[in-house]
């Protein structure tokens, strides 16, 4: 069910502002004739900014051979696609508070961005773009329900509890709308591309998707895998053992195995890189 507008104006308060340089990259990532030395030029001016996506690049994320030592480097090396999705999604995360409570819910969305990224590259590594940022936004509606109706989400963490059932299945129930839906509202408003709005929108019901079903299937197999390998927490009281059931039969024993020696050190990594740990 689609998200009311009543909502949105409730909930304005709650939504963090878009950093200005990053409204601005938006703008030039838009423009066709732009340039990498025009991008460049734009990120240099924020140190912090800079420092960050360079420490990310040269993270084991992306397995680079080369050190990048420049942001026209990690435009060249790693795309410009990626480059924009590492300053959005990363602003986005800096943009909310950071308290112990946050810092684990960011763990498990950069858990879910670096296990999605890991599992395209094992399987079909040409649909590995955006699944990062897809994965590092994928819970953001509940991080701001959780937020701004405590008492309401409580009511749905204890009826997914009690009944058993997923937590967009009880925030149905109580809000008649769920943290998915609501993403998707916050992300058009914030300017992020359709095809990532999508794979966050039905990242719970990848069958939906009407677009994307590869990545929208590929960031619902990464979610199960980050809580399977407790990798931080989305604060979802539960874990579907469907879904446990799911990707155990889709990867395998043997790769669950492997993806619990590579993993935890990679999203560490990357946490730190994005100075989200």
């Given at each position: 069910m689609k998200c009311p507008d009543a909502v949105?104006?409730?909930?304005?308060?709650?939504l963090p502002a878009i950093p200005g340089v990053v409204v601005s990259l938006q703008d030039k990532f838009e423009d066709p004739d732009c340039s990498y030395q025009e991008i460049d030029h734009i990120v240099s001016k924020d140190p912090t900014l800079t420092?960050?996506?360079?420490?990310?690049?040269?993270?084991?994320?992306y397995g680079l051979s080369k050190?990048?030592?420049?942001?026209?480097?990690?435009?060249?090396?790693?795309?410009?696609?990626?480059v924009k999705d590492a300053i959005v999604g990363t602003a986005i995360a800096k943009a909310f508070d950071s308290s112990e409570q946050a810092k684990v819910f960011w763990?498990?969305?950069?858990?879910?961005?670096?296990?999605?990224?890991y599992l395209a590259n094992c399987v079909n590594p040409?649909?590995?773009?955006?699944?990062?940022?897809?994965?590092?936004?994928?819970d953001i509606g509940r991080l701001i329900m959780s937020k701004a109706f405590v008492d309401g989400y409580k009511k749905a963490n204890q009826l997914c509890e009690s009944k058993k059932i997923p937590i967009a299945q009880a925030e149905q129930e109580v809000f008649r709308f769920d943290h998915?839906?609501?993403?998707?509202?916050?992300?058009?408003?914030w300017r992020i591309p359709s095809k990532l709005i999508t794979i966050v929108r039905y990242h719970h019901s990848p069958q939906l998707a009407p677009k994307s079903k590869?990545?929208?299937?590929?960031?619902?197999?990464?979610?199960?895998?980050a809580d399977i390998l407790d990798l931080g927490s989305s604060g979802e009281p539960m874990l579907d053992p469907q879904n446990t059931d799911e990707i155990q039969l889709v990867l395998g024993q043997n790769f669950l195995s492997n993806a619990a020696d590579e993993l935890p050190f990679l999203v560490a990594t990357t946490a730190s890189a994005l100075d989200l740990d």
């Open positions: 949105l104006e409730t909930l304005a308060s709650y420092l960050r996506i360079l420490k990310l690049a040269n993270s084991p994320t050190k990048v030592e420049s942001i026209s480097e990690a435009l060249m090396l790693i795309g410009m696609a990626e763990k498990h969305s950069i858990a879910c961005g670096v296990c999605a990224r040409s649909r590995a773009d955006g699944l990062f940022m897809a994965g590092l936004i994928h998915t839906s609501l993403a998707e509202a916050i992300l058009k408003q590869i990545e929208t299937n590929l960031l619902h197999l990464a979610d199960t895998l």
